[in-house]
């Protein structure tokens, strides 16, 4: 099966670009390398042994997106290409709603010019609002999201569902991804933030790597074990199995949307996070309690039942793996 990627060389994208090769999948990338970049091809190749085509346009040139379904026999999408940082949606609303849905309802359009209709699309948990309930579960439905990424989000969840209702032969994933971290194994791939990362990880492996001072923790007066924010983190190659799953379950189902949480079902507390990612890799991150960041909840992790029992995937990395991994491919870019 062909598969297109967009945002394929991004940190989610990369990670499940290898695992869709490694199960034998021909793979096509679009990316504009706004947040990634061309050298992720070449890490690719060496972690797999296989080419993937990589196109960097934008998904916002339509005619550019439809020469890429011209020129290549595209069966199925996944749909990662998007801007996601929360604190700048906040500030530039307009960026974000013209990048992230008018790029997706390109690719749908053309998707559907050339009848293309297995679509995985990239979520997120933060579309479940606050419901009130910390273990989140898909039948919870849309709350009231706190950023225009957030909403961004919800409203392309809902733009898939109208779809599928004015076209029953659609067969869409909606996955909803908890908090990624970690790196591949091999640390050729992982997260590569630009300038100061808004994610407890990446700041993590800044103050460890010694490019920035201090982590400012947001808060340990939060109603939790040791007043630090719970969090369901889940290694970015078990989420990136989830997609390939995902997919599985397309090719294997009747048409429809489907939702899934892709999350570990447990949470961990930022201070268990900075423990743990001193213990593992021997190096100390300075830290300091700092007031609490607007728009945090307290705790939210996943219900992922629903994943396990119909696409027949589980986290199965360790919070140590994701800090040991983390830490490896940091070291891997600043040697
Ligand atoms: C985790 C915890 C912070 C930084 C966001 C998005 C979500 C998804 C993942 C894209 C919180 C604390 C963080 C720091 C800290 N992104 N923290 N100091 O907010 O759970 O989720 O990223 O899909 O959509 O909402 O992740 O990593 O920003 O924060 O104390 O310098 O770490 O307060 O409790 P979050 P995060």
Redesign the pocket.
């Known amino acids: 099966m062909k598969v297109l990627v967009t945002g394929g060389l991004g940190f989610i994208g990369s990670h499940t670009v290898v695992e869709l090769l490694e199960k034998d999948y021909d793979v096509i990338v679009i990316d504009n390398l706004y947040n990634s970049e061309l050298a992720v091809k070449d890490k690719i190749k060496q972690i797999t042994g296989k080419e993937v085509k990589v196109y960097t346009d934008d998904l916002l040139d339509k005619q550019a997106v439809d020469k890429i379904f011209v020129e290549n026999d595209i069966d199925e999408v996944i749909h990662f290409a998007g801007y ?3 604190g700048e949606s906040v500030r530039k609303p307009l960026m974000y709603y013209h990048n992230n849905l008018m790029s997706t309802i390109n690719l749908l359009e053309v998707m559907k010019e050339h009848n293309v209709k297995k679509f995985v699309f ?1 979520s ?3 579309i479940y609002g606050d419901p009130g309930n910390p273990k989140y579960v898909e039948t919870m439905g849309r709350g009231k999201t ?2 225009p ?2 909403t961004t ?1 919800c409203m392309i969840e809902q733009i898939l569902e109208d779809l599928y209702v004015s076209d029953n032969e659609w067969s869409i994933s909606l996955l909803r ?5 970690g790196a591949h194994e091999s640390g050729l791939i992982g997260e590569k933030p630009n300038g100061i ?8 492996l800044k103050v460890a790597s010694g490019e920035l001072e201090i ?5 340990n007066d ?1 109603n939790t074990p040791d007043g ?4 369901d ?1 889940i290694h970015v190659v078990d989420l990136a199995k989830g997609h390939v799953c995902a997919l599985d379950k397309l090719e294997n189902s009747a048409s429809g949307v489907y939702v899934y949480n892709l999350g570990s079902g447990k949470g961990y ?2 201070l268990e ?1 900075v423990n743990t990612f001193e213990r593992v890799n021997g190096v100390k991150v300075n ?1 300091q309690i ?1 007031p ?2 607007a ?4 705790e ?1 992790f996943a219900d992922p039942t629903k994943a396990l029992n119909e696409l027949k995937w589980k986290t199965e990395k360790t919070l140590e793996d994701m800090c040991r991994d983390s830490w490896n491919f940091m070291k891997k870019e600043i040697e």
């Open positions: 996601k940082a929360v990239s997120s948990a933060t706190t950023s990424y957030g989000k991804y908890f908090n990624p971290i990362p808004n994610n407890l990880m990446p700041y993590i982590l400012n923790i947001f808060g939060y630090t924010c719970i969090r983190y507390s930022v996070i830290h700092a609490r960041r728009g945090d909840l307290a939210f």
